[in-house]
């Protein structure tokens, strides 16, 4: 059985939260075997050293500018704001990050902490294989030996994101076991850690995982928020804006943007879940249907089916597709500070066009589920108000499956 990680207790700075053993509330911690409490000790020890030295600090916003591309545009989108007739609505436009989406910003710090901690090789999960390309990305241009597993199930299903990753220098490795999918991979990577504690870092690629994991990423994420709230300043004068609308998967682009705007009661945050084929079918809607459980080494709401067994998600898009959530999206929404909405297959292939339609921007699937709430959340506020929502990505990765279903045959 794992066992909850013993804390050791350490100021964190910044924020009052998660607590010294890595909680949000109920939900967090570090739920991992015996052998991984020292190694992610020192993850623990690093990053928040890491995270107050003004060396990393230098070196990370350096690379986000230069190589990211950051800051990223706070683009007013006033045909939308028309079309939809209530709040001016402004996209964060993490879409124009180099790899086209947020998932960089993560991938670049981690590196440049396991280089700080003198590990030699890096090892990833990936479902989709976009959390595989953003950590390729950053290997490569370190030059570090870099491992990602892949359930081979996801290799077949991905063979671009998969020749992608090899292009980059990074070596893909297949998961055979169970379904096959990005689980099985996550176990195969968790594997390897234990085996390889010393030389290894292991990039989780969401606010999820063991303490230390869902802090550091959305620490990482956080400039998102904080380039937001300086440009809504810069172009509206006020830097905080009615509401911020983000889509969830594991967590990461809604809590990177969100960060800055927890304590600013009057800024309502919407996180839109994955809703599927509908809530009564297959979906990936954790926070509106899932139950507190023990998942990849966090407590959090997972889903699950009458026996306690972790339940297949689906989604139109790869990368909402998870049946968990990360620990501070479970605890921020049990308090109500983030309300939770969802959006079908059929309503994110709606938001796609809308956006690509009315604003020339083609957004990632993940992306136009943030999109379909748009509408909704612009009406409520009304116009005078203001509206962002995090553009967390580009659609050329999924334009296959976009046109499939928009085009049928003619794709
Ligand atoms: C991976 C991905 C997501 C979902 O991941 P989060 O950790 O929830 O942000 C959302 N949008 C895009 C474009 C992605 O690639």
New binding site residues.
Partial sequence: MPTLASPTASPVLGTDLPDAHGRFGAFGGAFVPEILHPVLADVREAWEAARDDPEYQTEYRRLLRDYVGRPTPLTRLDRLTERLGGATIYAKREDLCHTG???INNAIGQVLLARRMGKERIIAETGAG?HGVATATACALFGIECVVYMGAEDIERQSLNVKRMRLLGAEVRSATSGSQTLKDATNEAFRDWVSNPTSTYYIIG??IGPHPYPMMVRDLHRVIGEETRAQLLEQTGSELPDAVVA????????IGIWAPFFEDEGVRLIGVEASGEGLDGRHAATLTKGEPAVFHGTMTYLLQDADGQVEIAHSISA??DYPGVGPEHAYRASTGRVEVRTATDAEALAGVRLLSETEGIIP?L??AHAVHALAAVAEEIGAGGTLVFNC??RGDKDMATISAHLFGDEG
């Avoid at 889509?247 to 809604?254: E, H, K, L, P, T």
Wanted: charged residues 10%; hydrophobic residues 30%.
């Fill in positions: 989406a947020h998932k976009q969401s606010a889509c969830v998967g594991g967590g990461s682009n809604a990368g909402l990632a993940e992306t967390s990505g």
